[in-house]
């Protein structure tokens, strides 16, 4: 049984102070720091990019769990691993080969993660189970922080969980979208076990991170 992880998502940090910001998650228990980069083309928002990301990478000591919700996607893969990505999670629809992209992320020494949104099955990266580190849940339709979660994608998380109890694998299961104090149990029953949370982390009993953290992992 896998430790549940809990990867605040910067989108939903004060932009004017990210550095302050990720320094607040890290004294508040998170394990990672999400961060969701957006391109304005792949999703209809435009958030941060490699510079932002190798200006933060001094200021924190966890793992960067970087989501890239960009398309294309696989010419821009080294810029995110050099800025300072430890996870690198691309979208299956986002690259021309996904085996590829995987491959190169990998030969980056980062470890790899696939997304899949609300309305993606998961016969898109089935194939690809036994060489990933992480398959990525959307509970939203990406794009923006503080949307309503989506309970239909759990039967995939149990599919998911299925799968790798069946053919012995150990990728990690993440959730990313609305998850609150009242739908993380739920998640995580279904499998998740690193839950991705925004608006619930920095906005709740008035943004006292180290207490929403501990309440998501249901300490
Ligand atoms: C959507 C983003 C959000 C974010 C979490 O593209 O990926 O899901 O990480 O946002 P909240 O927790 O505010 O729903
Ligand atoms: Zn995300």
Do not use: W
């Given at each position: ?29 998170a ?41 294309p ?56 189970l ?10 939203v ?58 608006t ?12 929403n ?7």
């Amino acid at each position: 049984m896998k430790n549940i992880q809990i990867s605040p998502s910067i989108l939903s940090a004060d932009f004017s102070q990210l550095g302050t910001e990720i320094k607040k998650l890290e004294e508040g228990g998170a394990d990672m720091i999400h961060v969701d980069v957006m391109d304005g083309h792949f999703v209809p928002n435009l958030t941060i990019g490699p510079p932002v990301i190798k200006a933060l990478r001094k200021h924190c000591s966890l793992k960067f769990d970087v989501h890239l919700m960009i398309s294309p996607v696989h010419k821009y893969i080294k810029a995110y691993a050099d800025a300072g990505a430890d996870i690198i999670t691309i979208h299956p629809e986002a690259t021309q080969s996904l085996g590829e992209s995987i491959k190169t992320i990998k030969d980056l020494n980062k470890k790899v993660g696939v997304s899949l949104n609300p309305e993606s099955k998961i016969d898109l990266i089935t194939e690809f189970l036994d060489q990933i580190d992480l398959v990525l849940i959307m509970s939203v339709n990406p794009g923006f922080g503080g949307q309503k979660f989506m309970p239909e994608v759990l039967d995939k998380i149990k599919q998911l969980k299925k799968i790798q109890q069946e053919k012995n694998l150990n990728f990690d299961i993440e959730i990313d979208g609305g998850i609150n104090f009242e739908n993380s149990k739920i998640a995580i029953d279904a499998g998740a076990n690193i839950l991705v949370s925004g608006t619930t982390v920095f906005k709740s009993n008035d943004g006292d991170i180290k207490k929403n953290i501990n309440l998501l992992k249901l300490k």
